[in-house]
């Protein structure tokens, strides 16, 4: 854009969710039948879009609403009218650049009446003309924003930044002044003069009907400046509210000469309120828009209406979409929750990789609290491959704190807990892909001989083989002993494996070590590596307290949070399962952020740490002697393993160890303090 230039805006491009297509269909067939009246409809708009991102419309399933409640911040209400038809021909006859037009002199006549001076969100006006194949699931339509235009184009200057036109003096109290305002309205589009206070320049907000007063003390060629919330994400043009908004301030405070703004798009108001100093997108321009009152004081007419969406190919034409495969429950369901991540893409992480999240197939081995907690946390993310182990049931002190299981899961014995958590979260979502197994897995210092002996190594093969079918695996059990075997059987395959943990107040969540090649150095330790003895019984000879898992409600929500990111942070690192343990962002790592070895965090002074550890040679799980063994042994390894209390602690080494420390101990390490030690040994008894 040249300097002076005619001002340009970046249209409207429509967003129609498929809830909208669902809810018109069922509002067809169900309320409108054949009647063909205009429909009130709201979408909405937000300001902060990434950087490039032409202004969205969005409308959904709540756009039928009278009107459209505003669930977040940063959104911004439009209302519409929707032309629905009863067959294609009606649709391809219907007059739309005159409806089109009709709804631009609505929003010309709410100008000179004043009400959209008082309620900003009246320029806002869209249109949509449909027609709805409720057999195909086929939907014809075309939207229009329409724009009325009055004597000539405003011309602007070259877009700046925010912090290139404003000190940070002013920068601070207009991020003061942000975080007063509630009304998102009042954001929509408001005043800004620069005063001062206290011998600092400071900005002043009001609202666009008190232009008069609020400017009444300034000359004509004083310093005017608007702020609107700006759609656009494109660098050189302001979103398309701001015609509306210019032709509005024109005919009221214009007159019959050229109104002089500044104009500032906000296009990120929450970092403005907390962070007034950062680099910023929103944008700032000088503008000069033309009168609308002629010389002799008449009003001029509407010249030229403006709008009407264009399709993909950049012509005026309606566009088609085809919901076939989309309107059943399950694909709407599945539509609606990849719209959610696709959203945080769009708007926030461009390099969020939403496909590898969906198809990492994760193992959940332990399906109590933190199993459902971390299987919850999985499904938000969008991964569609969740499999359960547990050899439990679910009793009644289960249900408020497991998250996947009800009353009625408790009855008549208890259902097995992998299978109803499994179960509980097809119902949740239909579209995952999951699974229940019980399973009980060995566990060292718990002997097995007999039957039990046999079931032990069908347990562990089962083990294996789910192992073998997954990408990632959480140790979610409520012992030490049981997070071995899986933890050995990831070290063998080098699989991602993550562990969570908790204490009465206390958690641990941390991923394991892996190899780059087949005998060379894990990258990090994993959950045995800190330990100087081989896991054990951990149950044996305990009361009721020290066998149940007693902790602080929020502490498993909080451990399973932290691990669950910790894996999609994980697989976003160009390393991969190799990242090396990182405790800040870096832009050669993990687009997510950090990538820790290790979270270790606690309620009691709710504070939390970022930790590393390298693997231990001796280690009882991930060493490679003991992998070696594992791949080599198979039955004889595992048997020795569980039934042999020194077996690991004597492979490793640790039993050596432990040895050469006891006999540390024997060694008298006193001495006289006498200069001859010789004539003091002969004094002292």
């Given at each position: 854009m040249s300097k002076d230039s005619i001002l340009k805006f970046a249209p409207f491009t429509s967003s129609a969710d498929a809830s909208f297509w669902h809810e018109l269909s069922q509002r067809k067939l169900n309320e409108y039948g054949l009647n063909d009246e205009p429909i009130s409809i709201s979408g909405f708009f937000n300001e902060g879009v990434r950087p490039g991102i032409s202004p969205r419309l969005c409308i959904g399933g709540e756009s039928f609403n009278n009107s459209q409640e505003v669930s977040s911040t940063q959104k911004y209400v439009a209302t519409g009218k929707l032309y629905n038809t009863n067959t294609i021909e009606a649709f391809r006859t219907l007059d739309i650049p005159t409806l089109a037009k009709e709804?631009?002199?609505?929003?010309?006549?709410?100008?000179?009446?004043?009400?959209?001076?008082?309620?900003?969100?009246?320029?806002?006006?869209?249109?949509?003309?449909?027609?709805?194949?409720?057999?195909?699931?086929?939907?014809?339509?075309?939207?229009?924003?329409?724009?009325?235009?009055?004597?000539?184009?405003?011309?602007?200057?070259?877009?700046?930044?925010?912090?290139?036109?404003?000190?940070?003096?002013?920068?601070?109290?207009?991020?003061?002044?942000?975080?007063?305002?509630?009304?998102?309205?009042?954001?929509?589009?408001?005043?800004?003069?620069?005063?001062?206070?206290?011998?600092?320049?400071?900005?002043?907000?009001?609202?666009l009907s008190e232009f008069k007063s609020f400017?009444?003390?300034?000359?004509?060629?004083?310093?005017?400046?608007?702020?609107?919330?700006?759609?656009?994400?494109?660098?050189?043009?302001?979103?398309?509210?701001?015609?509306?908004?210019?032709?509005?301030?024109?005919?009221?405070?214009?007159?019959?000469?050229?109104?002089?703004?500044?104009?500032?798009?906000?296009?990120?108001?929450?970092?403005?309120?907390?962070?007034?100093?950062?680099?910023?997108?929103?944008?700032?321009?000088?503008?000069?828009?033309?009168?609308?009152?002629?010389?002799?004081?008449?009003?001029?007419?509407?010249?030229?209406?403006?709008?009407?969406?264009?399709?993909?190919?950049?012509?005026?034409?309606?566009?088609?979409?085809?919901?076939?495969?989309?309107?059943?429950?399950?694909?709407?369901?599945?539509?609606?929750?990849?719209?959610?991540?696709?959203?945080?893409?769009?708007?926030?992480?461009?390099?969020?990789?939403?496909?590898k999240i969906a198809e990492t197939r994760c193992l959940l081995v332990g399906s109590g609290t933190l199993g459902c907690n971390v299987a919850r946390l999985l499904l938000g993310w969008g991964v569609k491959n969740i499999t359960f182990i547990d050899s439990g049931r679910v009793s009644y002190s289960n249900p408020v704190r497991q998250t996947l299981f009800t009353f009625e899961d408790c009855l008549d014995g208890g259902k097995n807990k992998a299978e109803a958590a499994a179960d509980r979260l097809r119902h949740i979502y239909p579209c995952v892909n999951t699974k229940g197994y019980q399973l009980s897995v060995p566990m060292p210092g718990h002997a097995v001989s007999g039957v039990a002996q046999e079931e032990a190594l069908k347990n562990a093969k089962k083990l294996e083989t789910l192992i073998d079918e997954h990408d990632a695996v959480f140790c979610l059990t409520d012992s030490r002993e049981s997070r071995w075997l899986p933890t050995l059987c990831c070290a063998a395959k080098n699989k991602i494996c993550l562990t969570a943990a908790v204490g009465f107040d206390s958690f641990v969540a941390m991923r394991h070590g892996v190899q780059q090649s087949e005998q060379g150095p894990r990258n990090i330790g994993c959950y045995?590596?800190?330990?100087?003895?081989?896991?054990?019984?951990?149950?044996?000879?305990?009361?009721?307290?020290?066998?149940?898992?007693?902790?602080?409600?929020?502490?498993?929500?909080?451990?399973?949070?932290?691990?669950?990111?910790?894996?999609?942070?994980l697989i976003h690192h160009p390393k991969g399962a190799l990242a090396p343990h990182t405790s800040e962002p870096s832009n050669d790592g993990s687009p997510l952020g950090a990538v820790p070895h290790q979270v270790r965090g606690s309620f009691s002074n709710f504070g939390q740490m970022m930790l590393s550890g390298q693997a231990f040679e001796k280690c009882t799980a991930c060493s490679q002697k003991v992998v070696d063994e594992f791949k080599k042994g198979g039955d004889e390894f595992l048997l020795a393993s569980l039934n042999q209390p020194t077996y690991l602690e004597d492979m490793t080494g640790l039993s050596h160890m432990h040895a050469e420390m006891n006999a540390m101990d024997d060694i008298d390490l006193s001495w006289s303090d006498s200069e001859n030690s010789d004539e003091g040994a002969d004094d002292a008894t």
């Open positions: 709804a631009a002199l609505q929003i010309w006549q709410d100008i000179k009446s004043g009400e959209a001076l008082k309620n900003p969100s009246l320029l806002n006006r869209f249109v949509l003309f449909t027609f709805a194949n409720l057999k195909k699931f086929q939907y014809r339509y075309w939207f229009g924003f329409p724009a009325a235009r009055v004597g000539g184009d405003p011309v602007a200057s070259l877009p700046q930044s925010i912090t290139d036109i404003f000190s940070k003096e002013e920068l601070d109290s207009f991020s003061e002044n942000l975080q007063a305002v509630s009304s998102e309205d009042y954001l929509a589009a408001f005043l800004v003069k620069r005063s001062s206070r206290e011998g600092k320049s400071i900005l002043q907000f009001a609202r400017y009444s003390n300034e000359d004509a060629n004083s310093e005017k400046i608007l702020a609107f919330a700006d759609p656009s994400g494109l660098k050189d043009y302001p979103g398309w509210p701001l015609r509306n908004l210019l032709l509005m301030l024109a005919y009221h405070f214009g007159d019959k000469h050229p109104l002089k703004l500044k104009i500032i798009g906000l296009r990120n108001i929450s970092q403005l309120k907390s962070n007034p100093g950062a680099s910023n997108s929103s944008l700032c321009l000088d503008v000069q828009v033309p009168p609308v009152i002629d010389a002799e004081g008449k009003e001029m007419q509407v010249n030229d209406i403006k709008g009407l969406e264009k399709d993909s190919a950049q012509k005026l034409r309606p566009r088609l979409i085809d919901l076939s495969a989309n309107l059943d429950p399950k694909k709407l369901a599945e539509s609606a929750v990849g719209l959610n991540l696709s959203l945080m893409r769009w708007r926030l992480m461009p390099d969020i990789d939403l496909k045995f590596c800190n330990d100087v003895v081989a896991p054990v019984n951990s149950q044996k000879d305990r009361s009721l307290d020290q066998q149940c898992t007693v902790s602080r409600p929020g502490i498993s929500m909080t451990v399973s949070s932290v691990v669950v990111e910790m894996l999609v942070a």
